[in-house]
């Protein structure tokens, strides 16, 4: 009996024995419950991700059939007009949309002679290295861009559309440095004719620089589905003379304008 009891004592001091936890035993059951809040929110996103892409599939199946019916009757007359004629040159994306979008889209070159250069030699020069014929890149000095109103623009000849009062002007008064920014900036808000070759070229026989030295200046407008600013820099090389590059180098070229002597 004594035995007993004594067992039955020593247990029940064990049963109200406080239960003892270390550190190390909460660090870990804050890391469980930890992942255990990152699974739950990377499971609730990866299911609003799947939700959004149902959503927007299913906005796209509902819509398409209306951008079939809008888009099939605005395409189909480019395409039957490509089929029935293979061999036209058609713009491409970027030209017809500044055709049909920015008509007002020109690109503007200025050059700037040493001297006096007559309007006689510069058109004369002009016609023979662009209008010729004897270089096919130079063959939409002759054409002219046809806008159909429900089909895609192309180029189509126009030799009869050439008209050199329009093509090519000439502007004998004499000009300064602002008067000929002034009139360059008037010239630039006119818009070309469609129904001619894209470009012109206007010619100021009697210019003086900023420092007073007479020469001319020669404007050329191209329009920009044709040309964009480096091409049409590459054309106008392709008619300036010399075409080789000079003997001395610039630097040396400046010193010697500007009246000084000896090396750099």
Avoid at 81 to 104: C, F, K, M, Q
Avoid at 112 to 133: D, N, T
Avoid at 182 to 196: G, H, K, S, T
Wanted: net charge positive.
């Amino acid at each position: 009996m004594k035995g007993l009891r004594a067992n039955m004592a020593c247990e029940s001091r064990a049963s109200n024995a406080p239960l003892i936890v270390s550190r190390g035993d909460v660090g870990v059951g804050r890391r469980i419950l930890r992942g255990l809040c990152h699974c739950s929110c990377a499971t609730v996103h990866l299911c609003c991700i799947v939700l959004l892409d149902l959503a927007t599939i299913g906005i796209i199946l509902a819509v398409l059939p209306l951008l079939a019916c809008v888009s099939v009757p605005v395409c189909l007359p480019a395409i039957v007009d490509y089929l029935l004629h293979p061999t036209r040159e058609y713009l491409d994306g970027v030209s017809a949309v500044y055709i049909s979008n920015l008509p007002e889209a020109v690109i503007h070159c200025v050059v700037i002679y040493e001297e006096r250069v007559s309007a006689e030699a510069v058109f004369a020069q002009f016609k023979h290295v662009y209008l010729g014929g004897a270089t096919p890149e130079f063959d939409k000095f002759r054409q002219v861009i046809v806008r159909p109103k429900w089909c895609w623009p192309y180029w189509a000849a126009g030799e009869t559309s050439l008209d050199p009062a329009y093509h090519m002007t000439t502007v004998r008064e004499s000009l300064t440095k602002d008067e000929l920014q002034a009139r360059v900036a008037a010239i630039q808000c006119e818009p070309l004719d469609f129904a001619r070759p894209v470009w012109q070229v206007w010619h100021f026989e009697n210019y003086t620089d900023e420092r007073g030295r007479p020469c001319s200046a020669t404007l050329v407008r191209l329009h920009h589905a044709w040309v964009d600013g480096l091409t049409g820099m590459r054309v106008l090389l392709k008619g300036a003379s010399p075409n080789a590059p000079p003997d001395s180098p610039p630097s040396q070229r400046v010193r010697q304008r500007r009246g000084f002597s000896g090396s750099a």
